[in-house]
């Protein structure tokens, strides 16, 4: 089946920093890649998805960029704010055993520093 | 509230004990997801059902774990003789019919098992 592997599982970065958050996965039949933030007590909440059709998507300080080829995609945010600390899943949607369901990474904690 | 509602919040339990939980979902969603998520790591997927179809329950699940989604739209989740391992947070989400679409987290129910 899928299987998402997620790294750094921690990072720390000064505000106003880059952070990049990288994502590999198994399954190259997988078609739909979507990044959720989850605060502190708080959902999971969608901030960014990309369909394998596309290699790139922006919305305005995140980015996520997808490799079909090397089965990867990362996270990238610009201008980090203390607000954007959280923890950080990146998931891929699979198709093992004929049915497609959504696997997590294990998340990346992300501390911004003022 | 219009989101996906999950309860209880949270649950104490005594070990051995069964217990249920309950999602609703967006009212026309007609996926819905289980997973399980412990501290420190990302969303580790249970089973999913389409409509009140359950197409697959993760193998990683025992017996004592069973869903149901009777008539495609609440969904309940139950354990049978609780374990001291079953504590976890427990979150639902939904999702339109087509694979590559948002899914949306409920808040989660807290289990702990003494």
């Known amino acids: 089946g899928e299987n998402v592997e997620q790294h750094p599982s921690t990072l720390s970065v000064q505000e106003g920093d880059s952070a990049v958050i990288k994502c590999t996965y198994s399954?190259?039949?997988?078609?739909?890649f979507p990044w959720y933030k989850q605060e502190l007590g708080k959902r999971p909440q969608l901030i960014i998805d990309?369909?394998?059709?596309?290699g790139e998507k922006k919305d305005q300080r995140i980015a996520v960029t997808l490799n079909k080829t090397a089965k990867h995609f990362s996270l990238h945010i610009t201008e980090t704010q203390p607000e954007d600390s959280a923890v950080y899943f990146c998931?891929?949607?699979?198709?093992?055993?004929?049915?497609?369901?959504?696997?997590f990474g294990a998340g990346t904690r992300l501390a911004v520093h003022p | 509230d219009t989101g996906v509602s999950q309860n209880p919040r949270h649950k104490i339990t005594k070990r051995g004990q069964n217990v249920t939980f309950r999602c609703d979902p967006i009212?026309?969603?007609?996926?819905l997801y289980w997973y399980r998520q412990t501290l420190g790591q990302g969303p580790e997927f249970l089973t999913y059902?389409?409509?009140?179809?359950?197409?697959?329950k993760s193998r990683l699940l025992s017996d004592r774990f069973s869903a149901e989604r009777p008539k495609g739209s609440f969904s309940t989740l139950e354990i049978q003789r609780t374990e001291q391992g079953d504590s976890a947070m427990y979150l639902c989400?939904?999702?339109?019919?087509?694979?590559?679409?948002?899914?949306?987290f409920g808040q989660g129910t807290r289990l702990t098992v003494v």
């Open positions: 989400a939904s999702s339109l019919g087509r694979a590559t679409t948002e899914a949306f």
């Open positions: 399954d190259s039949a997988s078609n739909y």
């Open positions: 990309i369909r394998s059709n596309v």
């Open positions: 998931a891929a949607m699979g198709f093992s055993g004929g049915y497609n369901k959504l696997i």
């Open positions: 009212s026309e969603h007609n996926r």
């Open positions: 059902f389409q409509n009140e179809a359950q197409l697959e």
